[in-house]
């Protein structure tokens, strides 16, 4: 035998054929499992992010929802490959997208397409961090309705009340509430810190403030659900410090709220109107802050 496989002419074409073949049916493998990873990592971030942007309207409609996910699936090329988007409660949403992907080298082995799939949850957490907050502040003992029109007071002494509070985020001064008022604060607020109340009449520079944020907002009145609009304020909730006494002179802050403003304010006003709404916004949440006020984060949850 020995000898016969010695003088067998064209043996090593074979095992060159041989080999060949198993190197094409690797290569293959390589190639139909490279395509399938990669269109398993674009799915999952597309149910990612459909799932992340979805969960931003569930303070507002199932329908609002619905729109913003198919919009992300139609941005990420994947219209048709929604299998389900469940709202799991109020403050969660499931996506999940799906399709069959056609292989290539792994067809001559009768495997045509395989079925690729992915799912993402993300869920809504009570803020513990923001940026961008006014200088006004709410008792977290006061209870809120949301939708219900709310008179929030600041003229002189109103801090003093314990419901709505005047807060020196910038330090004394007219001037610096003002500003912060307008434009928001622009150091970051987290649920923990102390920060000091503002005395004295400010009255004037609220309406300032509230008739310019409402002046720089182009949608109509009582349209609180757009991403863009000044109206909408980001407010610290606290829980007053110190003795108990007739001023309080400090808070620490203890969540975060948003107040839609309803209504300019003519030049009597020492008052302003508006909502409380639920919306999720710009922020951190480390845990969930220890109240709900209706302002939150999302994160992805698996």
Same mark, same amino acid.
């Given at each position: 035998m020995k000898a016969?496989?010695?003088?067998?002419? +064209?043996?090593?074409?074979?095992?060159? #054929?041989? +080999?060949?073949?198993?190197?094409?049916?690797?290569?293959?493998?390589? &190639?139909? +499992?490279?395509?399938?990873?990669?269109?398993? /990592?674009?799915?999952?971030?597309? #149910? $990612?992010?459909?799932?992340? /942007?979805? #969960?931003?309207?569930?303070? $507002? /409609? /199932?329908?609002?929802?619905?729109?913003?996910?198919?919009?992300i699936l139609d941005h990420h090329g994947e219209t048709d490959s929604l299998l389900f988007s469940n709202m799991e409660g109020d403050?969660?949403?499931h996506v999940g997208v799906g399709r069959e992907v056609p292989v290539f080298f792994s067809a001559l082995f009768g495997v045509d397409s395989v079925t690729v799939q992915a799912e993402a949850k993300a869920g809504l957490h009570a803020m513990t961090a923001g940026i961008g907050t006014v200088p006004l502040g709410l008792n977290e003992s006061m209870e809120l309705v949301y939708g219900d029109t709310y008179t929030l007071k600041v003229d002189a002494g109103d801090s003093e009340t314990g419901n709505f509070g005047i807060l020196a985020l910038e330090g004394p001064g007219a001037k610096s509430y003002g500003e912060s008022l307008k434009y928001g604060f622009d150091e970051e607020l987290k649920v923990g810190d102390v920060i000091n109340t503002q005395t004295g009449n400010i009255a004037g520079a609220t309406r300032e403030g509230v008739n310019y944020r409402i002046s720089n907002c182009p949608y109509p009145d009582g349209d609180y659900?757009?991403?863009?609009?000044?109206?909408?304020?980001?407010?610290?909730?606290?829980?007053? @410090? %110190?003795? +108990? %006494?007739?001023q309080m002179k400090s808070v620490e802050i203890t969540g975060f709220a948003y107040f839609y403003l309803a209504n300019p304010m003519d030049s009597k006003d020492d008052s302003i109107s508006g909502i409380f709404i639920k919306r &999720?916004?710009?922020?951190?949440? $480390?845990?969930?802050?220890? @109240?709900?006020?209706?302002?939150?984060?999302?994160k992805l949850t698996r």
């Open positions: 016969f496989l010695k003088k067998e002419e +064209g043996s090593s074409f074979l095992l060159m #054929a041989l +080999g060949m073949m198993i190197t094409l049916a690797i290569l293959g493998l390589v &190639v139909d +499992g490279g395509h399938l990873y990669m269109t398993k /990592s674009h799915m999952q971030k597309t #149910a $990612n992010a459909a799932a992340l /942007s979805g #969960a931003q309207e569930l303070p $507002n /409609s /199932s329908e609002k929802v619905n729109q913003v996910v198919g919009e403050a969660l949403l659900q757009q991403r863009d609009c000044p109206r909408i304020m980001l407010i610290p909730v606290y829980k007053p @410090l %110190g003795d +108990g %006494g007739k &999720v916004g710009a922020g951190e949440s $480390n845990g969930d802050a220890p @109240l709900d006020r209706g302002a939150y984060t999302i």
